[in-house]
């Protein structure tokens, strides 16, 4: 009966291993080939921010969207992927209230990671109707909000 008792726990142990195995080759296999899982590169430095600051704008209900096109850069291997920024002021409500509508945002981000276009930089400037604002409605805003920079980008260049 001791046999027996020893002999289990390795078993448990290895099936365990087995399937994290198994779990993370569908995990890598799955976001290299889903076409939502692009990825976006986070805009870190205050000039970044100022930089889109000079960019075009739109504004809706919970936040507003700036869009301007990447500096070029000089070193061959940077990546000319979206970069996106997240940013609320101080007066909207307390920081654990500005932490969730941060968070809203990168996961509305997250969805509508497929609108965002490589060479542009996009800073997402919170409101306190971030908040209220079902997610769904949310998402749709963003959508139609980054459609719009689009094409107010065109007409801009056109002009």
Same mark, same amino acid.
């Given at each position: ?28 296999? #799955? ?5 939502? +899982?692009?990825?976006?590169? $986070? /805009?870190? &430095? ?55 509508? #941060? ?5 509305? +981000?997250?969805?509508?990671? $497929? /609108?965002? &276009? ?42």
């Amino acid at each position: 009966m001791g046999f027996v008792l020893a002999w289990q726990p390795k078993m448990v142990v290895k099936s365990l291993v087995l399937v994290a195995l198994v779990a993370a080759s569908v995990f890598l296999l #799955k976001s290299k080939t889903d076409p939502l +899982s692009k990825k976006l590169r $986070h /805009l870190t &430095k205050r000039a970044q921010f100022l930089n889109a600051k000079n960019g075009i704008r739109t504004r809706g209900n919970s936040f507003a969207l700036q869009m301007v096109r990447q500096k070029a850069a000089l070193d061959m291997a940077f990546e000319h992927k979206a970069g996106i920024g997240y940013t609320i002021t101080k007066k909207t409500g307390n920081s654990p209230q500005r932490n969730r509508i #941060k968070r809203r945002l990168r996961a509305a +981000s997250d969805i509508c990671s $497929h /609108l965002f &276009k490589s060479q542009y930089d996009y800073v997402l400037i919170g409101r306190t109707n971030a908040l209220t604002t079902p997610f769904n409605i949310l998402v749709d805003e963003l959508e139609k909000a980054i459609l719009t920079l689009h094409k107010q980008k065109h007409i801009n260049k056109s002009s």
